[in-house]
């Protein structure tokens, strides 16, 4: 009888230790979604959630450098193997068909790399659009998916076609994560200091993704073949688009229905301080664009570099980016009326880099100018980037996602022109007059900064709510605040008597105009 009254405990047991599990679990994911709630963890999740985006797209961007080229090499290869070409009829012939194939090689490449930057610059000012009217989440999920699928056709593409068609894609995605991602950021970290403080942390996130990609893609393609690098950031992309689907709940959030409707982005590119900025955000961003796809051959030539020091080349600059950008954080907090003048100093630093590249003569001197434009760029975007969510704030509309996608837009102008017209420049010109161009026009730019010199004593506008209460009050609040609009253009206020009834009394001249003064 003992083991039948065994065999019935062992059940109940089984269930009891099963029920209190599932119980646990309850309250933890309770819990987990208590904590997911509070506001400044959720700020702080945001921007990891934004801030892994951006990483993953810079590499994205950078890892292919040391893989696409050997490997359509190896493609070239095969193909001539199992379609020989019928013998040349002398040496002379043979020497031009080689530079033809060679040109046209590099040619391919260059178009390859720009393609993304391209698609990018194309769709911006719609996604732009697009994100101020529906707000940030939605696109940066979209943009997520978009990357992942990018990244999976990176790694199982076998031709010249299916990798364009990848890097196309990436454009596509990153039009929408890059640009949702730091509109995000600009609307949830609303105080000056610490936007600041978080836009600094993102920037961090690209130079680590753009400078760490190439050895890590090299290394990766070398040791494990061409899809492991590819199929890593493919589960990063996944893990971050799913955090972003529990986080933000980007179908199921009812704020954008509270949004305001966004300055259009046509308006926002006339404004001259915003038109100040991002042209220094082009020009500042063109010595890196221009010689990312044009030092190694000159270093090839010039110095007798060796393969790891050309796949090194980038990443010492990581760390003057960083404090760079530490520094920049730091001196806006203190002095926030000078982030024009940081940007100024970000430029002639780029300048006089680029300048003095051509003097070096080895790997070690190479490395000090490089620093030194990573360190500039640094400066110009930490400064800049907060001042255009500023400038938004005080002379339009508080909705980022246009005058971010303008920032994008900037970033895309040079990387869209770097691998196409570099390498003609130096054809035509030669690596050195390329770089006294760069520095030149960097150095020259920079008292145009002086335009954003009285930008912090901008006061914001009160025309923009008026503005928006134009189409009719959609609430009671609008529709008491459309009603005291218009006493007050009668020149009349409300008081409330002792009895609890509202009078009208006229307004003093000077009180009508006390309320006025859009900018200090």
């Known amino acids: 009888m003992e083991p039948e009254g065994i065999t019935e405990e062992q059940p109940t047991n089984v269930a009891q230790s099963a029920a209190s599990k599932l119980s646990q679990m309850g309250e933890r994911t309770k819990q987990l979604g208590n904590v997911i709630q509070d506001p400044e963890r959720q700020k702080r999740i945001i921007l990891v959630i934004v801030c892994v985006a951006l990483l993953l797209d810079n590499m994205l961007y950078m890892v292919i450098v040391p893989i696409i ?56 000012p719609l996604s732009g659009t697009f994100i101020d009217r529906v707000g940030y989440d939605i696109p940066l999920f979209i943009g997520l998916n978009i990357m992942f699928l990018s990244t999976l056709t990176f790694a199982f593409a076998e031709n010249y076609a299916t990798l364009f068609l990848a890097r196309s894609i990436q454009g596509l995605g990153s039009a929408f994560a890059d640009t949702s991602g730091i509109a995000l950021i600009a609307d949830k970290f609303t105080e000056e200091t610490e936007r600041s403080k978080a836009l600094g942390i993102a920037l961090a996130f690209i130079s680590f993704g753009s400078l760490v990609a190439p050895p890590f893609g090299g290394v990766l393609y070398e040791f494990a073949g061409k899809q492991a690098p590819f199929l890593i950031l493919a589960c990063i992309c996944l893990t971050d688009g799913v955090l972003c689907l529990t986080v933000l709940k980007p179908f199921s959030n009812r704020e954008r229905e509270n949004m305001p409707v966004g300055t259009p982005i046509y308006k926002l590119m006339i404004d001259p301080y915003i038109a100040v900025v991002a042209g220094a955000l082009i020009v500042c961003n063109i010595p890196l664009a221009f010689l990312e796809p044009t030092i190694a051959n000159w270093m090839e030539d010039n110095m007798n570099a060796s393969e790891w020091e050309i796949g090194m080349t980038w990443f010492p600059a990581f760390f003057p980016h960083v404090l760079g950008v530490y520094l920049t954080v730091k001196l806006a907090a203190k002095y926030p009326h000078l982030q024009w003048f940081y940007g100024a100093i970000g430029m002639v630093f780029i300048g006089a880099s680029s300048c003095t590249i051509p003097a070096c003569k080895n790997f070690g001197q190479l490395m000090i100018p490089l620093c030194g434009i990573c360190f500039g760029i ?81 006061k914001p506008s009160f025309s923009e709510r008026n503005m928006l209460l134009e189409d009719g009050p959609t609430g009671l609040y609008d529709t008491i605040k459309m009603e005291q609009r218009e006493k007050k253009r009668k020149g009349l206020c409300t008081t409330i008597d002792d009895s609890g009834i509202e009078t009208f009394v006229q307004r003093s001249h000077s009180e009508e105009e006390s309320s006025g003064g859009e900018y200090a």
């Not at 895309?412 to 035509?428: E, F, K, R, S, T």
């Open 69 to 124: 080229p050997d490997y359509l090499e190896g493609l070239q290869k095969a193909a001539d193997q199992e379609h020989p070409a019928a013998a040349p009829h002398s040496n002379s012939t043979n020497s031009t068909i080689h530079k033809a194939a060679e040109g046209n090689f590099d040619l391919q490449i260059g178009v390859l790399f720009a393609s993304k930057a391209i698609l990018q610059l194309l769709v911006n």
């Open 378 to 458: 640094a400066f110009v975007d930490t400064a800049l980037l907060p001042t255009l969510g500023f400038l938004v704030d005080v002379r339009h509309v508080s909705v980022y996602g246009s005058v971010y996608a303008i920032a994008d837009i900037s970033y895309c102008v040079a990387y869209a022109l770097g691998p196409v017209v570099a390498g003609q420049i130096v054809h035509n010109l030669g690596f050195v007059q390329l770089n006294l161009g760069m520095g030149l026009a960097n150095v020259l730019y920079a008292p145009a900064l002086l335009l954003l010199k009285n930008v912090t004593q901008m």
